[in-house]
């Protein structure tokens, strides 16, 4: 690969020069007390920020969280962010209230060799996420005024087309942090020549969502279990009543040919947990597939799906897991995906989990996560990428 990396522009010596670091700090907070909930994403790029300190260089963190619509909404804003990455990193992180205006640039102005700024949430401006060329290529023009240097280490938003992503590393040197470099090099090996049996377990709510992945994975695995909500359109597939279970209508007929071609590689539940409401002290029993009643929703797999996709998984030899098994939000629908989650840990095998909600997943519930080969801090970003598209922020930094 053509990709510079941090260890290059260490090496030219940073000493006072100004590094502007693209990071993915889009962490989940709390909808009512507005703590962050998971700060696995801030810690995932500790490991970058402390070599640029330690180099002496004057380091300016820019990153999205949630999705505000081009303009401030301090729902949205990156300052609990900026007090957490202060506590890990053990010095103050200095924050502008604003990304690109006065605060910014005085923050960036004011900063001494070693000290960190973090700029406040880049889809403040409408600039990041245009379809508009010029409009975002406006903003980059803004961005890369604060550096000497670019890295790029936001593994999470690498499939993103956005300004922080694509039109920077055009205009200042630009090299992958470290946490980049990990994620592609961990991934690589699931498109490259996995160790077989290959073994991929989708959860998660949409079909709709994994519909490309699925598609690019059919030739490549062994064995493709699916669970979450998901796994309703794909039973409707099969001619069973779902309920009032998630359905995607739309993608029935789709689901039905995918089950068609897969020869027998794709594993479905056969029993789930049904609920009278969606609800986290809703009345709930476990039916097999074949007998879910009419007025009931199902909200987590059953024990022997459990116990029959972690015999596929104790034979594998490599594991790409993405999207929870069930509402594991509420501990009476969390069963599915922490007996995935223990399977997946005891299997003798090179295990990825992808994205966000499996990610946050794994922490919730309490398992180690040293346990697991990786754990990509990219939900879209790590599916995009074993689809085979070319993601535009890696894109970017092979030029
Ligand atoms: C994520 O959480 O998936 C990444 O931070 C990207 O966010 P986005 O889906 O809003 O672009
Ligand atoms: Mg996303």
Known sequence: MSIRTLDDLLAEGLSGRRVLVRADLNVPLDKQTGDITDDGRIRAVLPTLGALVEAGAKVVVCSHLGRPKGAPDPQFSLSPVAGRLGELLGAPVHFATDTVGESARSTVADLADGQVALLENLRFNA??????????????????????????????????????????????????????????EVLSKLTGAPERPYVVVLGGSKVSDKLAVIEALLPTVDRLLI??????????????????????????????????????????????????????????????????????????????????FSAALSQAKTIFWNGPMGVFEMPAFAAGTRGIAEAITKADAFSVVGGGDSAAAVRALGLDESSFGHISTGGGASLEYLEGKTLPGIAALEN
């Open 127 to 184: 600039g990041e996420t245009s379809k508009d060329e010029a409009e975002r290529g406006a903003f980059a023009d803004q961005l890369a005024a604060f550096g000497d240097a670019y890295v790029d280490d936001a593994f999470g938003a690498v499939h993103r087309k956005h300004a922080s992503v694509f039109d920077v590393p055009a205009r200042l040197p630009h090299v992958a942090g470290r946490l980049v470099l990990r994620e592609v």
């Open 227 to 308: 669970g979450g909500g998901m796994c309703f359109t794909f039973l409707k597939a099969q001619g069973l009543e779902v309920g009032t279970s998630l359905l995607e209508k739309d993608m029935v007929d789709t689901c039905r040919n995918l089950l068609e071609r897969a020869d027998g590689k794709i594993l479905l539940p056969v029993d789930v947990v049904v609920a009278d409401a969606f609800a986290p002290d809703a009345a709930h029993d476990t039916v097999r597939v074949d007998g879910i009643p009419s007025h009931r929703l199902g909200l987590d797999v059953g024990p022997e799906t459990v116990a029959g």
